[in-house]
């Protein structure tokens, strides 16, 4: 599959996850239903059969109708299913709490990324998604270590974020002589004390990557100096870790930044990791918007939807933290309308009569830009929102950002 429609698909299911969890029922009312590859319908439907039984007798009126009206809402929709997909199905069924008092049905049905691999049924307030949510972790990653004679830090690169696991001060002594102690038996001192901290960092790194390694794809080793070479040739790391291991690198810092300084100098021997990825266009972006004419960078969701409407844009650059619709409100009276590009739906009152103007249409942004690119050629790439480039583009820019083919004869103004 394509890198960008695996990203599209990603962001499709991260995008649905974040709408289930911002869902609450009145009562324990919502249901949520995990069905694996290798169930069969039949016996599915006969589980929630004796649910609907035991449900019949809830105590609470409108939770027993809510709930009764969920199992039946889901059995009809299982009669379209001769057996599960490949990877199973999960539904999402129940009355979610709406404005005051009332509550609607909603329905979602799943088919997720990866095999589900147990059957659940759940009835609660809330639509439980742990299982689903554990298949966005990213299942490459990469060990990280920095380190000298004083201090080190391990870490892992998942995807584009760089997770410290522990920052550990070394007691070993300078090497420079002290009070009445033969040098001979000084300098046995600092061989046993750096000894005891390299097997203290050896252990560190053993735990934390061992569970892990089957999904690492390689462990970055770095420092000032020499002290990571010693490091590795000892027996400090589980052979296991060591097979990771291709190089070294040097670096200037051994804590949380020395990790970052670790991971730049490693992505020249690994180009397609996610987060060299992501500096490389996030860098390119702020390159053309720093030139004197504007170059080719764009930003500004009004200047974005101009640029993909007339076809210019090469790249588009979208945070998957993105959360906004373009939200269409139509005045009751006068008929105008007002296009807004917002979070949630807000009080929009109409500029010539005053009117509280209706919601008549609502599209995610996202989505509308995906078919404007399809269209166009454009190719559109998901930043995630952890890395150091993610927040930028979120925090300065909304989560948008373009970089033109070329610059249009009427030029667009970068105006947020």
Do not use: W
Request: with cysteine; aromatic share 8%; charged share 30%.
């Amino acid at each position: 599959m394509p890198t960008d429609e695996m990203q599209r698909r990603r962001y499709e299911f991260k995008k649905a996850l974040h709408e289930l969890s911002e869902l609450k029922g009145r009562g324990t009312e919502l249901i949520s239903l995990y069905i694996p590859p290798g169930k069969q319908i039949y016996d599915v439907v006969q589980y929630l059969r004796e649910e609907y039984s035991t449900s019949s007798n809830i105590k609470s009126k409108s939770t027993r109708k809510n709930v009764l009206s969920a199992i039946e809402s889901i059995m009809s929709k299982l009669k379209y299913y001769k057996s599960p997909p490949e990877n199973g199905l999960v539904f999402f069924v129940g009355h979610v709490a709406s404005r005051g008092d009332q509550t609607e049905m909603y329905s979602k049905i799943i088919e997720p990324p990866e095999p589900i691999q147990t059957f659940m049924y759940k009835c609660d307030s809330m639509f439980h998604t742990e299982l689903l949510g554990s298949m966005l972790e990213e299942k490459e990653i990469y060990g990280l270590i920095v380190m000298d004679r004083k201090e080190a830090t391990i870490g892992l690169l998942s995807g584009t974020n760089i997770q410290v696991i522990s920052n550990e001060q070394s007691l070993v002594p300078s090497k420079h002589h002290q009070g009445g102690q033969s040098s001979r038996r000084y300098e046995r001192l600092i061989e046993i004390a750096a000894h005891e901290y390299f097997k203290k960092i050896g252990e560190i790194a053993n735990n934390a990557f061992m569970p892990n390694i089957r999904n690492i794809i390689a462990i970055f080793l770095g420092g000032p100096g020499s002290t990571k070479n010693f490091f590795l040739e000892k027996d400090y790391l589980r052979n296991e870790l060591k097979e990771k291991i291709k190089e070294t690198f040097d670096v200037g810092y051994t804590d949380e930044s020395g990790l970052r300084e670790l991971v730049d100098k490693a992505s020249g021997s690994i180009k397609d990791m996610h987060i060299t990825r992501e500096k490389d266009l996030v860098n390119r972006f702020l390159m053309e918007i720093r030139k004197v004419d504007g170059g080719l960078g764009v930003y500004g969701i009004d200047n974005i939807f101009k640029a993909m409407e007339n076809r210019s844009v090469d790249i588009l650059l979208v945070s998957e933290a993105l959360q906004k619709s373009q939200i269409t409100y139509t005045c009751p009276v006068c008929g105008s309308k007002k296009v807004l590009y917002q979070e949630k739906e807000t009080e929009v009152h109409c500029d010539k009569d005053q009117s509280i103007m209706n919601v008549t249409d609502k599209k995610d942004v996202v989505d509308l830009l995906y078919e404007m690119a399809d269209a166009a050629g454009t190719t559109v790439e998901l930043i995630s929102a952890e890395s150091d480039e993610g927040k930028l583009l979120i925090k300065a820019f909304g989560g948008l950002a373009a970089i033109l083919r070329y610059v249009p004869n009427q030029s667009l103004s970068q105006t947020q």
